[in-house]
């Protein structure tokens, strides 16, 4: 990835996802890091919005996707968010983590994760 990043850390949404009944009917809270990598030397220079990602519209995506239709596995969710990243034309590489922190393990557990991490082709 690239030396310039935008990051959006610890974004929570609550959503429908995964392979219980219960999860759709009931759906649990999601934790969504992101990191994108672009060039954010025309922006530090104008201080103009237009000159770099809006992240406030990259957060409401994140938002819809998780509040959105439902995905068996969280692999097909962080899928989706990775693919929402680069809708952006000026992000060159991204990385996702997303958590599920109440996944029905039978246990105790922080939370169970994927991290995905793609640049663009």
């Known amino acids: 990835m690239g030396s310039d990043k ?3 850390k610890g974004m929570r949404f609550y959503g429908r996802h995964g392979c219980l009944p219960a999860e759709l009917e009931l759906g649990q ?14 922006a530090g220079k104008s201080d103009d919005l237009r000159d770099t990602l809006n992240y406030a519209e990259l ?20 899928e989706k968010l990775i693919g929402l990243c680069f809708d952006f034309s000026q992000v060159e590489a991204a990385k996702v983590l997303l958590k599920k922190p109440q996944a029905p393990l039978g246990g105790p557990l922080d939370y169970a994760a994927v991290e995905l991490v793609r640049r663009r082709n």
Do not use: N
Request: charged share 25%; no cysteine.
């Open 59 to 78: 957060y409401e995506g994140a938002k819809a996707v998780v509040e959105g239709p439902s995905f068996a596995l969280i692999e097909a969710l962080a």
């Open 29 to 42: 809270w999601f934790e969504v890091d992101m990191e994108l990598s672009l060039d954010l030397t025309k």
């Open 6 to 8: 935008i990051i959006l």
